[in-house]
């Protein structure tokens, strides 16, 4: 990393961290979701030669926004609602902000999420697939497709069909479920009430998540024994070329967060008309650069690009999950 300008947010966080020192590290850490945890211990440890005037405009940097922070210490409930919501969407926010502000324990299914994925297949391969199915509701969709490649093909696909026509799950389901996957916690569903999961777009974001011929496997399999259902599913997943239906303002966000590794490789297997979008939501210079590498590029790997683009895709899932653009489409407006 020369410049401070090559930080990415995540590498940002990492420095921050390292700054503060072991127990104050670990005191943030603390309140932390298992992702993020992942996520920035991995940046810790990938973090090297770091400059101290790097060191300088992290810190500066989260100096200012902290002193720009007007409702820090106001421990407005209302406050809170609004900036988990805004982060998170409205469906994510609302379990985090009852447990936060209504005092809730984590569940059994809550500590899944700490757990790695061949650990969480290992708990759950023998289990029925409407209790997998229930599984893969609660957890993030980059999660559940990390589970998936540790089971079997035909287990995932029935699971997959009973996620997609899941709707709500009763109380006491939810205590029974809870129990199987952690015996030792006991009144943490006390307050429960029927809750909305899963559905046709529930199982199109896992399936999103997972490399193309295995989710298309999956969705054959489940076309097997319900076409109409996998039809709803096929529906709602979004696939690279639909990136086309982006506006200008969502496409130059998305751009910012697209690290330039595969991003030419994406871009081999991507139709003349959605190349022609990126290119206009660069610079001039930077679409001149592209095309180059481009042309000067050879023969690619279908694999190679499917995977490519499949991260991309990943980060456009993340940044609409976010409210930061619309997968959706809309008005077109350019960002200067």
């Not at 809870?178 to 943490?188: D, W």
Request: net charge negative.
């Amino acid at each position: 990393m020369s410049t401070s300008e090559n930080l990415t947010g995540i590498d940002r966080s990492a420095i921050l961290l390292l700054s503060l020192g072991e127990d104050e590290a670990a005191e943030v850490m603390r309140h932390l979701g298992p992702r993020e945890v992942q996520k920035l211990g991995a940046a810790m440890a990938r973090l090297s030669h770091i400059s101290t005037d790097q060191v300088q405009v992290v810190l500066s940097d989260f100096r200012s926004r902290l002193e720009r922070q007007t409702s820090l210490g106001v421990g407005s409930d209302q406050y809170i609602r609004a900036m988990l919501t805004k982060a998170l969407g409205a469906d994510k926010a609302g379990s985090l902000i009852d447990r936060i502000l209504h005092g809730g324990d984590a569940s059994g299914l809550e500590n899944l999420k700490w757990m790695d994925a061949r650990s969480i297949a290992d708990l759950i391969k023998l289990e029925h697939p409407q209790v997998i199915a229930m599984i893969f509701a609660y957890m993030e969709p980059e999660q559940a497709g990390e589970v998936i490649h540790h089971l079997p093909e035909r287990l995932v696909s029935e699971a997959m069909m009973r996620l997609a026509s899941l709707e709500t799950v009763q109380p006491a389901a939810i205590r029974e479920l809870n129990e199987i996957l952690e015996e030792q916690i006991s009144g943490e569903a006390q307050s429960l009430q029927v809750a909305s999961l899963g559905g046709a777009k529930a199982a199109a974001d896992v399936l999103n998540r997972l490399e193309t011929s295995l989710s298309t496997s999956i969705l054959d399999n489940m076309r097997e024994t319900d076409d109409e259902l996998a039809d709803k599913v096929q529906e709602k997943m979004f696939v690279f070329d639909d990136l086309i239906k982006l506006d200008d303002r969502s496409m130059q966000v998305l751009l910012r967060e697209i690290p330039s590794d595969g991003f030419v490789t994406a871009l081999k297997g991507a139709n003349t008309a959605l190349r022609e979008k990126f290119f206009a939501n660069m610079s001039k210079r930077a679409a001149e650069m592209m095309r180059d590498d481009l042309e000067a590029k050879g023969p690619v790997r279908v694999s190679e690009v499917e995977s490519s683009q499949k991260a991309i895709l990943q980060i456009a899932t993340r940044l609409d999950a976010a409210g930061q653009l619309s997968l959706g489409g809309g008005s077109s407006e350019a960002m200067l």
